[in-house]
């Protein structure tokens, strides 16, 4: 089911970006019509700027007007099995439920799977913010 998937993020890697770390990645994210954007690593000589491939992927379908996702795919160039780091985590979070499947490329024509819940079973949504006092701006420090 995410073999067609995998494919592009395979492909989109060859796009990418990265000449200080050599460490491409290709992200492509299914939504929930089954269209599918892609992204790449665009790294910076200041390399806090760096744009991780999943983000640009997500970025990319927000932007198209999707809200909902059914699936995610990760390659690596270095095909190590690259997962999806802390940060990109979080951002899918926001968006997916726990059950997104996430394929991760081993490489060697494995496929390893995962769910979003698996790899960030807790995680800071909207709900975190409405618990806090003064979410709803009358804070007073
Ligand atoms: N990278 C991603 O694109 N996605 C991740 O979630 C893991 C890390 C990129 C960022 C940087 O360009 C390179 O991989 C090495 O960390
Ligand atoms: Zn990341």
Redo the contacts with the bound molecule.
């Keep these: 089911m995410t073999d067609d998937l995998v494919d592009r993020a395979r492909t989109a890697l060859d796009s990418a970006y990265a000449p200080y770390s050599g460490y491409p990645v290709g992200a492509a994210l299914r939504t929930a019509d089954g269209t599918v954007f892609t992204g790449c690593n665009v790294e910076n000589a200041n390399y806090s700027n760096s744009l ?4 640009v992927a997500l970025g990319r379908a927000i932007t198209a007007g999707h809200r909902e996702f059914d699936a995610l795919a990760v390659a690596s160039g270095a095909r190590d099995g690259v997962t ?6 979080q ?1 899918l979070a926001e968006f997916c439920d726990d059950g997104l499947p996430i394929a991760c490329d081993e490489g060697d024509g494995d496929v390893t799977e995962y769910t979003l819940g698996e790899l960030l079973p807790t995680t800071i949504g909207a709900d975190t913010l409405s618990a806090a006092d003064g979410a709803d701006g009358a804070n007073e420090s």
Excluded: Y
């Design positions: 991780h491939a999943e983000e999806p780091c802390g940060m990109c985590r951002s």
